[in-house]
């Protein structure tokens, strides 16, 4: 079935590092992929989407590029802050109209440092 | 519009005791899914609905919790009764066709 895996956390930054969370995924035909943000005591949030393949989603100087060949979908910004401290998580649904049915990744904890 | 709407934000009660969450999805939004996220296990799907009909329950864990949708703007998840190894934070939420979720703010459950 379909599944997702992203990096073990927590990842530690200090304040404008390059960032890179992991995302790689396994599905059967040409699925969606997203990126959720969950910020302490909130729900989750969407952050960014892409829906083909080399489509790059972008959102708050957050960027991931759907690359069907390498199945991954991995996060970057180039300069983190203090604020982008949270859970993310990587998720992969159906086009529209399949259900809608996400499956998520375990969430990767992101904390910045000054 | 106002989100998705989940109610209460936060409940403590006894073990045994009936447990009922509330959401009010998103106008339009034909989907609407109920999450439960802890520590141990992650985010879990328990059942999702499409326009009010219940698709796939496969992940409600036994049979002390159920779900309805008797409409489209309403929908509850019981627990009944309810045990400390419910305790978690559940989330709502919706969907439109094009797939995005919005997500409630949850309800925190602490089960004593």
């Known amino acids: 079935g379909d599944s997702v895996t992203q990096m073990e956390g927590p990842v530690t930054l200090s304040e404008e590092a390059f960032l890179t969370i992991n995302c790689t995924y396994t599905?059967?035909?040409?699925?969606?992929l997203f990126w959720y943000v969950q910020y302490p005591g909130e729900g989750l949030q969407l952050l960014l989407k892409?829906?083909?393949?080399?489509d790059k989603g972008s959102n708050k100087g957050f960027e991931a590029t759907y690359r069907k060949e390498t199945t991954s979908f991995h996060l970057e910004k180039g300069s983190v802050q203090v604020s982008d401290s949270a859970v993310y998580f990587c998720?992969?649904?159906?086009?529209?109209?399949?259900?809608?049915?996400?499956?998520f990744g375990t969430g990767t904890q992101l904390k910045v440092e000054l | 519009d106002a989100g998705v709407i989940q109610s209460p934000r936060h409940e403590v009660t006894e073990m045994g005791q009936e447990v009922t969450l509330r959401c009010k999805p998103i106008?339009?939004?034909?989907?609407l899914f109920w999450y439960r996220q802890t520590m141990m296990r992650g985010l879990e799907l328990l059942i999702y609905?499409?326009?009010?009909?219940?698709?796939?329950d496969s992940g409600m864990p036994e049979d002390r919790f159920s779900a309805k949708m008797p409409n489209a703007s309403f929908s509850t998840l019981k627990i009944q009764p309810s045990e400390p190894r419910d305790s978690a934070v559940y989330f709502c939420?919706?969907?439109?066709?094009?797939?995005?979720?919005?997500f409630g703010e949850g309800s925190r459950l602490t089960v004593l």
């Open positions: 998720a992969l649904g159906p086009r529209a109209g399949g259900g809608n049915k996400l499956t």
């Open positions: 892409a829906t083909k393949a080399d």
């Open positions: 106008s339009g939004h034909d989907y």
């Open positions: 609905f499409n326009n009010n009909v219940p698709i796939d």
């Open positions: 939420a919706s969907s439109p066709e094009t797939g995005e979720l919005f």
């Open positions: 599905a059967t035909g040409y699925p969606s």
